[in-house]
């Protein structure tokens, strides 16, 4: 199968959303220090509304990686993604084990960010992270054996994720839409990328 085959090779970390606004119109970065494979997640933040090059952005340390200053962030991650909802920063990411999500709040001037928390344990892969109004969701994929994989979206109310299983091989739940690389699943047109899907806005 060439999908399974692009996955294993490419492992992109370079699938969902990484520039966010804060409420205060600064943006918010979340840079990876490899272009494929495991990579250090490092959160960067503008010191103004108008930043013009890299350097006009403040390290706000490492999420996933050595030194992290997110508890259990883990040892690296692929492809991620993140979100600003009101007072918080949503972040989450592959890691070694499956699915990882971590939020942030502002005190002061400081994050103070909540330990790490699995989504998913397993051969999980993050496609986006996103907001539905204020709702917050994530898209996933997972391989189940050689030959089926499954895609879905989790959203999180309150403190739990729910999960929906979208497609899976013999069991479409999902059409696909033009171009061929877009899936209508439950109403939302989500985009294929490889290893996950990113919804479409």
Known sequence: ?????LYE????PNNGRQI???GDGRRVLLVHSEIAGPATLRLMVARHQTPQSIADFDDAGVLAGRDSI?????PWGFGGSMVVAGNAIHAAWTGPHGIEHARATWVGKRLHWDPARHIFEGDY???DLFL????L???WHRTDDRQNESVGVVWLKETRWQVQQLQ???HDLCETVRPATHLLCAGVVFTRFVRGLAMSV
């Open 125 to 127: 892969w993050l496609g």
């Open 137 to 139: 969701a994530l898209s």
């Open 9 to 12: 090779f490419y492992k992109s």
């Open 20 to 22: 966010a606004s804060l």
């Open 168 to 170: 899976r091989v013999g």
């Open 1 to 5: 199968m060439l999908n399974r085959l």
């Open 70 to 74: 997110v508890p259990d962030g883990g």
């Open 132 to 135: 539905v109004g204020k709702q």
